[in-house]
């Protein structure tokens, strides 16, 4: 794939060389028409959108090479079993069914470790256990634990499903492995590593299917194809007629061949299909890419960009997208006290013993003092204040090592401050009772002799909703071991014995209504096996207490759902999490805002409305035919398991009315994908999910458009922020106030670190010397040359020491601080978390977006763009099929009197369409989302019957353009234009280089051809030109989607530039210039004014035409174009009338040729753009 790349990729830069020769010599593909390589070139290539096309294509497609290099992994050398002995193999040589062996290397060099920890194909765990980080395929930051297959596993492989903990996947790292040589009657490899068994390799392993969706992501944009075939049909019909009419009315003429009016009919037809239908997308397509970069949103599927314009459902997770992925503990209600919420601090020795010892922490990276996992068991472990030995897999009071982390940062960024500043004095009371913290938990530490210590994990799973350990609990004087398990509520409720008291149920209700996410916690002691069966450790429980946990909501979580819903987008959760969790949730960020909230419960045999919240929550009767009514009254909720149950209970016709709830709660991955797959089969939604873990990858590759957030940004975009009064202003106005605050904070941050790494420069500089001074007696010990070339080589090592040391310090200084990070808590969390961080601009197979942010904002930046996007491509497929009309004609027109076009004028005309083309096709979209969606189809009647309208017009005006010439010139003239070009292809005309034409030689093949300037071809010309110029003017709607008309200047200048160039052309007002571009002279002013006429009623006519369609088929848009007209400014429209006055400016002054006229021209414009760089 490589060499595919490397070949495509020079392949486009020599096409665009070759391109970059047509544009100056484009006779060798314009005399095709008239039996030489000339016409075709000039009369169909806009060599500025084709360049640039070529150039972004070429570019993009290096740097895809170059994500596709870092993503290749570089082969290795594997321990393999064969012939009944370890031996080491090259992975390419791998195969499925291999036995294989792994271990995590621990190299000093970061860049060799990582190479040689990525694991090279997807295989089965079959002996040992390994923590990997699959941050490169999931975008999940949570390091993951795999555990060996049972060796008694009956049940299919399921590498995605049930079996995934025992599965590793190709691209993914090792984190740390721990051999198991009892599991296999293999002998033990000679790396001590764990055993696999390869499954997939290659182009058929996960890392090798992501590598495949980047390459060949790009050929699927394309626009609607049945659209586009039924568009060619119709252009086809009227060339064909526009064919056979030259051909029949060529003969009856006689004075050309059989063969020169076939030549002519193919021309015409062809001409009709446009030049720009293979690139029309693609050239929309990236340039919203491009944008989105920008945004920080990665993307991986380039063809769903244009589906995002149709997003009708948005569905979001809770933990981690709507709010953070760090959860708080909120308090914890001990067992043997009073059901009170109390400090987590606090918990019993029971609780605290649970907490501690039944998770799946791992350590970050090679610091074994640092832990990393599911946010909720990191928060609880740090709540009770208890430390984790990754390496002895052993909890004891005391979290020193986090306390001292915090002060260290703290002291690190003090040193961008000065003493006097109020920054740092704030720091510096931080930093004396963060001190304080940490000698009081090591005093903890060296006091306490309880530990706890794992001996076997359950890990947790979705669908039993709970997670078990059976630990080595030791108080110093006794050991005993217990089974720890901690799950939902519900789940726990069936698992406890008679200890379970009678507020279980009262007690955490109350806490999930307040928004909570809760935890019950269940022991016993355990005499048997420390390997035993699930269901005899997660049995006859003793209860312990709950823990809740809050999770913060993101800042500007609640101005997204506010923009998405008032641009008319229905919002919807669909959560693991608790019900009364989410629905809390769901009311604070306003996805729910009805009073009264009812969830779906079902029986055995019935099914029924129940109030949410509420001591005496009333029950309604449940039909379907009513959920649409009921969801205007109430906000609905239900469960997956309620959602099956109804379904099974009431029918399919349950799966019909899922549009109308507002949260899924303890939704599984499956749960969430079958949601999002009836909104698109039973109502033909278009959805958008945006979720962050692997917990939604289903889901996301099921909805339409797919967005991941890259997690571990912890309580990143939160805090107690000044935040006005905005309930009366439009949702997108504030996030646009909260985008300038963030933009002002990353400027303080960028300029603090700046500081800090000014600081170690220099600290570094300093030290450079002493570094050379070592090294030069370091080598004259070693008895090697300290002469001028031993001194060079010396500096050499202390240069790339400085190096290594400055990356060192980046590293350091970038845990100072983070533009979303409120306190020095949630700094030290982010920072653990950059070395399991997904690298920006890698893909991720979670889905077809990847945000690099930690905010939902880019689902808004992702409609916006792709409303634009597929407005711009509907626009450009109506541009191309009216100019495929007006080329076919004029081309039908001039062939009828034997005339053709001169490569002069196609040039001119070729760079000047090229600006309003560009104009056209770079256009970006508004910053405030309008709930009235563009039309998508290019045969909606406003459409369709608009451009139909304005071909009319055009070829009309066109028809009559023709007529005045060939009546002006008269039957001789036009038989002597036939003769001229019927000797120039005889040869028998010889090419003339006029020694004072200043371009006589810029091209003496194209500047020179024959050509016998002559009136039809001039005003065909003119009036062709500006038909072209118009047809972009009237189809470009703009607003509310993207940038106005009004906005364009490029367009306008286009427009002004023609019109006034037609004006000049006609009046003769630069006879030289007339010459050089073969325009004939007009033969009177009641000649030049009927062409003007055709011209502005080319223009208005169809600007007019296509309004009163608009108006009569969408009326709702044409109110909102009305509506933006009338909310222009005269500041708006100032800019038109400068690009007017530039224009004619220009004119007067060329054809004047007032040097006074333009020196003072040339001042303005450099007085322009100085006051444009200064604002």
């Not at 805002?593 to 009767?621: M, P, Y």
């Not at 002004?1056 to 009046?1067: D, E, L, R, S």
């Amino acid at each position: 794939i490589m060499l595919l790349e490397f070949g495509t990729a020079f392949q486009r830069l020599r096409t665009l060389g070759q391109l970059t020769k047509m544009s100056m010599k484009p006779t060798a593909v314009l005399a095709f028409r008239d039996g030489k390589w000339m016409e075709i070139s000039s009369l169909q290539l806009l060599p500025g959108d084709i360049m640039l096309l070529e150039f972004g294509t070429a570019f993009q497609r290096l740097r895809t090479l170059g994500q596709l290099t870092k993503m290749s992994m570089k082969p290795t050398a594997v321990l393999a079993f064969r012939d009944g002995k370890w031996m080491e193999i090259s992975s390419l040589q791998l195969l499925p069914g291999d036995i294989i062996s792994l271990a995590a290397t621990k190299s000093k060099d970061k860049q060799a470790q990582e190479s040689a920890d990525v694991i090279p194909c997807d295989c089965l765990l079959l002996g040992g256990s390994a923590i990997v980080n699959e941050a490169s395929l999931t975008g999940e930051s949570v390091p993951a634990m795999k555990d060996a297959a049972p060796a008694n596993e009956t049940k299919a492989l399921e590498m995605e499903g049930v079996h995934r903990i025992h599965t590793l996947f190709s691209g993914t790292t090792l984190v740390d492995t721990k051999e198991d040589a009892t599991q296999t009657r293999l002998p033990k490899p000679s790396n001590n590593g764990i055993i696999c068994c390869v499954l997939r390799t290659g182009f058929g392993s996960s890392q090798g299917g992501l590598m495949q969706m980047i390459e060949f992501s790009t050929e699927g944009v394309t626009g609607d194809s049945r659209e586009t075939f039924y568009a060619l049909l119709f252009l086809l019909a009227f060339a064909i007629i526009a064919a056979v009419y030259v051909f029949q009315k060529g003969l009856a003429k006689g004075d050309r061949t059989t063969h020169e009016l076939l030549v002519k009919s193919v021309l015409i037809i062809t001409s009709v299909v446009p030049r720009q239908l293979p690139m029309q997308m693609a050239l929309a397509v990236n340039t919203a890419l491009m944008a989105l970069v920008k945004a920080g949103v990665m993307c991986t599927e380039p063809f769903r960009v244009p589906l995002a314009g149709k997003i009708s459902h948005t569905l979001f997770d809770k933990t981690g997208t709507l709010t953070t992925d760090t959860l708080i503990p909120a308090g914890i209600v001990n067992a043997d006290k009073s059901h009170e919420l109390m400090p987590v601090n606090k918990a019993s020795e029971k609780a605290a013993i649970i907490l501690a010892g039944c998770h799946s922490l791992v350590a970050s990276g090679d610091d074994e003092t640092s832990i990393v996992g599911d946010p909720i068991e990191v928060a609880a472990i740090r709540g009770i204040e208890w430390r984790y030995d990754v390496k002895k897999q052993t909890a004891s009071r005391g979290n020193w090592e986090d306390k001292e982390k915090i002060v260290k940062n703290i002291e690190m960024q003090m040193k961008a401050y000065k003493q006097t500043t109020k920054r740092y004095k704030e720091l510096a009371a931080d930093l004396e009772v963060k001190k304080k913290e940490a000698k009081a938990a090591r005093d903890i530490a060296e006091s306490s002799k309880l530990s706890v210590q794992i001996k076997h994990r359950f890990h947790f799973s979705s669908k039993l909703q709970r997670m078990s350990v059976i630990a080595e609990v030791r108080d110093g004087r006794s050991t005993q071991q217990l089974c720890l398990v901690k799950g939902s509520p519900e789940a726990l409720s069936k698992l406890l014995n008679d200890s379970k008291p009678d507020w279980f149920t009262s007690s955490y209700t109350k806490l999930m209504e307040q928004g909570m996410r809760v935890l019950a916690l269940g022991y016993k002691p355990w005499d048997g096996p420390s390997k035993a069966e699930r269901e005899q450790v997660e049995s006859n429980l003793t209860f312990a207490g709950f823990i809740a946990f809050s999770c913060r909501i993101r800042n500007d979580t609640p101005a997204v759902v506010r923009s998405l819903k008032e641009s008319d987008h229905s919002v919807v959760m669909v959560t693991g999490d608790g019900l009364l969790t989410a629905l809390h949730v769901a009311k604070e960020v306003g996805i729910t805002n009805h009073k009264e909230s009812f969830t779906l419960e079902a029986g055995d045999d019935n099914v029924a409305w129940v109030q949410a919240i509420g001591e005496d929550k009333a029950r309604l009767a449940f039909d379907v035919s009513e959920v649409a009514d009921m969801h205007k009254k109430y906000d609905l909720l239900t469960t997956e398991d309620n959602l099956c149950k109804a379904a099974d209970i009431v029918g399919e016709g349950m799966w019909s009315v899922t549009q109308y709830f507002k949260v899924f709660a303890r939704m599984s991955p499956n749960g969430k994908a079958k949601v999002i797959r009836s909104l698109q089969e039973r109502q033909g939604a278009h959805v958008l999910m945006c979720g962050d873990g692997s917990n939604d990858v289903g889901a996301l590759k099921q909805a339409d458009v797919g967005l991941a957030l890259l997690s571990g940004y912890g309580n990143a975009n939160t805090g107690d922020e000044d935040k006005k009064d905005e309930a009366d202003v439009p949702a997108e106005v504030a996030l646009n106030r909260h985008q300038q605050a963030m933009d002002e904070k990353a400027k303080k941050v960028a300029a603090e670190k700046r500081e800090l790494m000014k600081q170690k420069q220099q600290e570094l500089s300093v030290k450079q010397r002493q570094w050379l001074e070592e090294e030069i007696q370091a080598r004259e010990a070693r008895g090697e040359d300290t002469g001028v070339f031993g001194q060079m080589a010396a500096m050499k090592v202390v240069l790339k020491r400085f190096q290594d040391e400055m990356k060192k310090e980046e590293r350091e200084v970038s845990k100072v601080g983070n533009v979303f990070a409120p306190t020095m808590d949630d700094v030290l969390a982010s920072a653990e978390m950059d070395s399991l961080m997904i690298r920006p601009g890698d893909a991720s197979v979670a889905a077809s977006f990847t945000s690099r942010l930690p905010t939902i904002k880019s689902t808004v930046d992702l409609i916006r763009q792709g409303r634009c996007t597929l407005l711009s491509a509907l626009q450009q497929q109506q541009i191309m099929m009216l100019e495929s009309l007006i080329s076919a004609f004029t081309l039908s027109a001039l062939s009828l009197e034997g005339a053709r076009q001169s490569e002069r004028q196609m040039m001119a005309s070729g760079w000047l369409l090229s600006i309003a083309t560009l104009s056209f096709s770079y256009a970006t979209p508004v910053d405030r989302m309008h709930p009235e969606r563009p039309l998508r189809s290019l045969f909606h009647p406003a459409i369709f019957i608009s451009m139909a309208g304005q071909a009319v017009i055009h070829i009309g005006c066109m028809y009559r353009a023709v007529q005045m010439a060939t009546d002006a010139m008269g039957p001789e003239e036009l038989a002597s234009v036939v003769e001229f070009h019927r000797k120039a292809k005889l040869n028998e005309i010889e090419e003339e280089v006029d020694p004072d034409d200043p371009l006589a030689y810029f091209s003496n093949a194209f500047w020179s051809t024959p050509f016998k300037p002559n009136l039809l071809n001039t005003v065909v010309f003119l009036v062709e030109t500006a038909q072209i110029i118009a047809v972009l003017f009237v189809n470009y709607k703009g607003r509310p989607w993207m940038k106005g008309l009004s906005e364009n200047h490029a367009l306008f200048l286009s427009l002004f530039i023609t019109f006034a160039g037609i004006a000049y052309v006609a009046w003769a007002v630069s006879p030289e210039l007339n010459a050089m571009l073969h325009f004939a002279p007009f033969p009177d002013d009641a000649f030049r004014w009927e062409t003007i006429a055709l011209v502005a009623t080319s223009t208005f006519g169809t600007f007019f035409w296509d309004r009163l369609a608009t108006a009569i088929f969408a009326p709702r848009i044409f109110r909102i174009m009305v509506d933006e007209a009338l909310a222009t400014r005269i500041t708006d429209i100032i800019p038109i009338f400068t690009s007017l006055f530039k224009v004619c400016f220009g004119f007067i002054a060329i054809s004047t040729v007032n040097p006074l006229l333009l020196i003072g021209g040339y001042y303005l414009y450099n007085k322009a753009n100085k006051k444009e760089l200064g604002e």
